[in-house]
């Protein structure tokens, strides 16, 4: 917390003092009252050389410490959170006519998924504040991440999932010994039911949208990012947007980055939507305020109708100059295979959204083919195995005999 | 290849030169005549120095490109396989009774296994010899490591599969653009079937027991586990053991080190096996050689009944002064579980098997609380769900009320 003056609301622009269990604006209340992490940037510029992050052996998250909100003397959960590889996406790029395309793969964290960002910060604020059980409710990613997180500390979780949400996802939660509250309804109501228990038994929150330290831990995928383009931030950056946090945390981060003077230009957002959950992208594309859906998308980590980090997700995409457009679940499929067999990366539904919608955006001429582009993967289709098959269909099942194969390979045109 | 002098038969000791399709010892034959890769460690001594591996901005297994057999020059698929973390395992050591234990988490690895290890190898290889399509069998992992790699390469792969394949790993070779066959058999089916197919079109081979390269990919684990040990080789390293090429792959890797003198001493191996399928422990813990039994056990990664690399692993295992042990299935659900509440990370059931054997081997007091040991954790349990459910038990439901919530808690005395 060095480098931390303090909180902003969001919406009234109050500033406030960080202290244990202040999340929202007392003033705009839980809903409306979402804080933003405010730092010392002259400090940071002053003291924090480049060349120490540059030269870190700290291959984690960590070596961004300085632009965390977590003391230096924490305790930090034994997990390599970040530093995920980049990867220069040339056989996807030429299908998407994306000249300097890059591929941040965040599933390969240590539950899978970039949510593992958000919540090791979640179990250092928690231990700094004396807490023992952290609690949240999450379409999956949040809670795997929380919950391993959270064992490597030796804390005790409360996780409330709905229960739509995958089985792989689930498994995790209960291999990491989570205590898992499968809600028998949507997002919404295990969101709520959540911040009751929450309040009852008086258990540190993780739920990204009211814990403003959150997006702290998310903002660090776009230092990578930055880094590892060697601090020549992209034209673009393409990420599905369900809640709103991670959008937020992308420009974040790219924000800090600019402030201290070690990027020169700030990137344009893409957030992609399903269009069987938009209601943001919906509000961005028809220019009016956004209002709740119904949550009906394959791609369930982003199946949110009512986002509760809306307007922090609406403002990043506004002040980047970017843009929000929606995909069908089919599209969403359809990104799956081509980012499976172009670059042999396996992402989940919602993690290959921003993907998705890249492609639409090339279409509409938006995005040209000489730009240089990053589409952010968010979690690994290992956790959601269904749909993988869905989108990639079933193997050739033979007896073992080589006439058998031969016939079958010939039924298809192979090899 | 600038440090390989040759390849060396195990059987008979004849020193052969490398060259494009020669895999095995064409006087001993494809069965007996494994071949193992001799390099030039005086060399090797000479003219690299351990710095330039320790300072190296290579954050992959090719850090290591000494001790690797292929050419500097042949191209890469774009995907960070290796330097997978190496955690200090406090909590876990703790119900194991040991104090400095270590666990390797190789689920980390791009497509979720150490087999991407002999995978990345593999693609380099074919490429290196003018071939555009690999072959092989797998229980899974080595598939979808080749499947990805591959995918990543530009390369078509036809992989053989046995029918009890699980879901996840199928999943991941059909996203990654592979021609799946899954054979309605064994593994030894989908083993001879897969040769007979490679002999009749030519196909590059990643059978790995036959294929001496892939042993070298495996070794880096090794190579990495002693850096990570800051080049102190720890007391014991427990793996599971299925064909037994990863643990010849570790002692190839161990002894590298100790040739060039970057290591002073060699760790003992421990191997182990589910005693639903454990030819090899039996025969270590009977001293008799061993032969060929059913395929009987939740491991699949290890369900091999007619172990391929059998002499090397023995050997391995042998010359480190190290053993075999066999444990139950229920112990290796128990280990899964273990491994996720104390160190939050979730291995697949062949992944955790040498932990499980690290219990055995503490209660027969034959390895000291006092002894550094290293766990492998082979694969990521996200691609085995259905056996995380099974170790780890089903969430707790609940409409969205809290007074149901509250009365199911009471139930289970929680909070």
Redesign the interface.
């Known amino acids: 917390m060095n480098n931390v003056i303090g909180l902003r609301c969001i919406h009234c622009g109050k500033e406030l003092s960080a202290k244990p269990g202040l999340y929202t604006c007392p003033a705009c209340g839980p809903r409306d009252g979402i804080l933003d992490v405010v730092y010392d940037y002259v400090k940071i510029k002053r003291s924090v050389p480049l060349e120490r992050v540059v030269h870190s052996k700290d291959?984690s998250l960590f070596r961004y410490l300085p632009f965390l909100p977590v003391e230096p003397s924490t305790p930090r959960?034994?997990?390599?959170v970040g530093?995920s590889?980049l990867?220069?996406?040339?056989?996807l790029g030429e299908a998407l006519c994306l000249n300097h395309l890059y591929v941040k793969?965040d599933g390969?964290n240590?539950?899978?998924s970039l949510k593992d960002r958000a919540s090791v910060i979640a179990v250092m604020k928690a231990v700094e504040e004396k807490m023992t059980?952290i609690a949240c409710s999450s379409t999956g990613n949040a809670a795997s991440s929380l919950?391993?997180?959270?064992?490597?500390?030796?804390l005790?979780t409360?996780i409330f999932?709905p229960?739509r949400a995958p089985?792989?996802k689930?498994?995790?939660?209960?291999?990491?010994?989570a205590?898992?509250?499968?809600?028998?309804?949507s997002y919404s109501?295990?969101f709520?039911?959540s911040a009751?228990?929450i309040e009852?038994?008086g258990?540190y929150n993780r739920n990204a949208a009211v814990n403003p330290y959150l997006v702290e831990g998310k903002k660090t995928v776009a230092l990578e990012i930055a880094e590892q383009l060697d601090w020549k931030a992209p034209d673009w950056v393409a990420v599905s947007v369900g809640d709103g946090c991670i959008i937020s945390g992308v420009w974040k981060g790219f924000q800090d980055l600019y402030k201290v003077g070690w990027i020169d230009k700030l990137p344009k957002l893409l957030g992609v939507q399903s269009s069987g959950c938009s209601p943001l992208a919906d509000a961005v594309q028809e220019n009016r305020p956004w209002h709740p859906v119904e949550e009906n998308t394959i791609a369930d980590s982003i199946a949110v109708g009512v986002p509760r980090n809306a307007e922090k997700a609406l403002r990043a995409v506004r002040e980047s100059h970017g843009t929000m457009v929606a995909v069908s679940d089919e599209e969403i499929l359809g990104a799956?295979?081509l980012l499976?067999?172009?670059?042999?990366?396996?992402g989940e539904p919602a993690g290959v959204t921003g993907l998705a919608g890249l492609r639409t955006l090339v279409k509409q001429g938006r995005i040209g083919s000489e730009e240089r582009v990053v589409a952010i993967v968010t979690g690994?289709?290992?956790?959601d195995?269904k749909n993988?098959?869905n989108?990639?269909?079933?193997?050739?099942?033979?007896?073992?005999?080589?006439e058998r194969?031969v016939v079958?390979l010939k039924k298809l045109q192979?090899?």
């Not at 990867?87 to 056989?91: Q, T, V, W």
């Open positions: 291959y959960p034994q997990l390599r530093l590889p990867y220069r996406a040339a056989n793969d390969q240590p539950t899978a059980t919950a391993g997180n959270a064992a490597a500390m030796g005790k409360f999932v229960g089985q792989g689930v498994a995790q939660l209960l291999i990491f010994g205590n898992v509250i499968s809600v028998q309804g109501d295990a709520q039911l009751q228990a009852r038994w258990w799956m295979r499976g067999r172009s670059s042999g990366i396996f690994n289709g290992l956790k195995v993988a098959i989108a990639a269909g079933e193997p050739i099942k033979v007896e073992p005999s080589m194969l079958e192979l090899p």
